[in-house]
């Protein structure tokens, strides 16, 4: 499979470990190079993009949860400078699929199947702060920049992958 699919062996090896470590036999990237699933009653997608890039970890992000604000843009951009900042991943239109999305990169170097719990438990992180960040948004009648307590430097974790 790693051959048609373009991936290096030691990632298809990589994603077997992390299917034994967390008990979910057979999980692995399809033939796209994707692999979907769920942590923390979140969905991520892992896509494996290339050695250099690495995993891209996405988080679908639905029309409803933008702010319905004249100023919208403005604030999605301003949390997105902090979260970005921070090491929380950041949301960006997927082309692709024509939605938004909030996305990070985990690096494959080293990267082991304890560090790629860890990595997805820090994503998992970032994608539930900003889809709790765009709740409150949406919740707001009034114009207000993003809550930055929420995103506070105490919160962020040193870890990672």
Do not use: K
């Amino acid at each position: 499979m790693s051959e048609q699919a373009g991936r290096p062996r030691g990632v298809d090896i990589l994603m077997d470990d992390f299917a034994r470590l967390v008990g979910i036999p057979g999980m692995a990237f399809d033939d796209r190079n994707i692999c979907t699933i769920e942590y923390e009653e979140l969905v991520l997608e892992l896509a494996f993009v290339g050695e250099d890039a690495g995993i891209v970890v996405r988080h679908p992000i639905s029309p409803g949860s933008l702010p319905p604000t004249d100023n919208a843009l403005r604030m999605l951009l301003q949390a997105n400078a902090l979260s970005a900042a921070q090491g929380l991943g950041s949301v960006a239109f997927d082309s692709e699929l024509g939605e938004l999305a909030w996305f990070d990169r985990i690096a494959l170097r080293g990267l082991t199947a304890d560090g790629l719990l860890a990595a997805l438990a820090w994503a998992a992180r970032g994608a539930g702060i900003w889809r709790r960040e765009l709740v409150r948004l949406v919740g707001e009648e009034r114009s207000a920049s993003p809550d930055q307590s929420s995103l506070a430097i105490s919160d962020v974790m040193l870890f990672r992958g």
